[in-house]
């Protein structure tokens, strides 16, 4: 059962990667960059400190670093415990891929970029939902596109992606309701 699923995978991996072609290629490789997101997390910051306040504000900024460095971690240990390589170290694939990216690490089992985008997506979205309904489906799409660029870059299997995102979102979730116990802790005493 587990072959036939990673075969799966695998051809799910190879047809949604050769969907790209050359002149896209910069804009997934941008869009796949951490800093690419820095103007949205800047607006984000804004958004919440006109919400929230100095104190909230930094409630939810270090709640933030938590909840990244967590989900970094937690995909480490997956990807070190598992070891499945990365699409782009198995040799039976490399004339059948796009390999877009300009590096290649040793293991992919699950993307940390997948699971930090979508934590910070639901993190976020859920801290601001009650004044922006909109924005929480705004930051589902953005964490859901540089989940695919991975795909595309040749870098993560479909698995990888989906995996990551679950726990992900599972993540921000908790740290959304660990900067709420916070802030109603530090700023209503």
């Not at 299997?157 to 995996?163: A, V």
């Amino acid at each position: 059962m587990l072959e036939e699923l990673l075969k799966y995978d695998t051809e799910l991996f190879l047809f949604l990667n050769n969907l790209g072609s050359e002149p896209w290629d910069g804009l997934w490789r941008f869009i796949t960059e951490k800093f690419s997101s820095i103007p949205l997390y800047v607006i984000l910051l804004y958004l919440i400190f006109k919400e929230l306040g100095w104190k909230g504000t930094l409630i939810v900024l270090v709640a933030a670093a938590l909840m990244i460095t967590a989900t970094d971690q937690l995909a480490n240990l997956f990807k070190y415990g598992i070891e499945r390589p990365r699409p782009c170290r198995v040799e039976a694939l490399q004339d059948s891929i796009r390999f877009v990216a300009e590096g290649c690490g040793r293991f992919g089992y699950f993307s940390a970029h997948a699971a930090s985008s979508m934590a910070a997506a639901v993190f976020l979205g859920l801290i601001l939902r009650p004044r922006y309904k909109w924005l929480p489906f705004i930051l589902l799409f953005w964490a859901f596109i540089i989940a695919y660029s991975r795909i595309y870059l040749g870098v993560h299997y479909p698995l990888d992606i989906i995996t990551g995102m679950f726990f992900g979102g599972i993540i921000g979730w908790i740290f959304y309701r660990l900067q709420k116990m916070g802030r109603q802790k530090f700023i209503s005493s």
